[in-house]
C-alpha cells in the first residue's frame, strides 16, 4: 500500500466522525414535526432553538505506520424537537378530538449528549488493519414533565411525573456511524412513548369529575 492510499483511507475515517458529519446526521434525526392539536398543547423549559454539535476535544496521533484520533463531542438537543417527539407521542396516547384539553410542560429533559469516537489505521507489510468504535450517552439527568387536565366543566387536576433516566450510554464497533445514530433517536423516541404512557396512566388516575 502506497502513502496516499493509506492517507486517503485515514482522511475516509476520520470524516465519519467529524462535528460536520454527526451534525447532519444530528439534523437528520431529530427533523420531526408532528401535527398540532388545540388539546394538547406541549411546551417546555428548554431554550436552545435549534439541535448543535460541538466539538470538546480530539486528538490525532500521527506516525510512520500507525495513524490514530479520538474525537470527543457533545451534541444538543433543541427544546422544538424534545417539544415535537412529546407531542407526537401524547397525541398517538390521548384523545385529541375530545372537549378536555391537557398541558404539558417538560421542566427537565437531557439536552446534551457525549459522543466519542476512536479509531486506528495500522500498516503492515503488504496489507493494512483498521479499528474503530463509537459511543453515545446523555450528560444530563432525569425527566421531569408537569400537566394540567382540564375539562369542560372548568374542573381541573394537576401534576408532575419524574423519570429517572432517559437512555443508557451505547458502544458501537460493527455499524455505519448513520445507523448507529438513527438507531439510537429511535431509541430515545421509543423511551419518550414509555414516559407517555407513565403520564397518561397517572392523569387517568387523577383526572377530575367531569360532572
Known sequence: MNYLTFLLLFVGLCSCSSTAKISDLVAENTRIEAAPTPNIVVSSNLTLKESRVEKIGSKFVPALLYWGWHNDL????SSSYVEQVFQRSLVERLDSTAETSYSFRIKKFPERF?????????ILVIAYTTSMSEMIGPLDGEVVVEYTVRERNGAEATGELRYAS????RANYTQSTKRFLGEYFTALESTVGTISDELVAQIKGRRPNQG
Not at 457525549?114 to 495500522?122: H, P, R
Not at 432517559?166 to 450510554?169: A, Q, R, S, T
Open 114 to 122: 457525549g459522543y466519542v469516537n476512536d479509531g486506528k489505521v495500522i
Open 74 to 77: 457533545e451534541i444538543h438537543l
Open 166 to 169: 432517559v437512555l443508557d450510554p
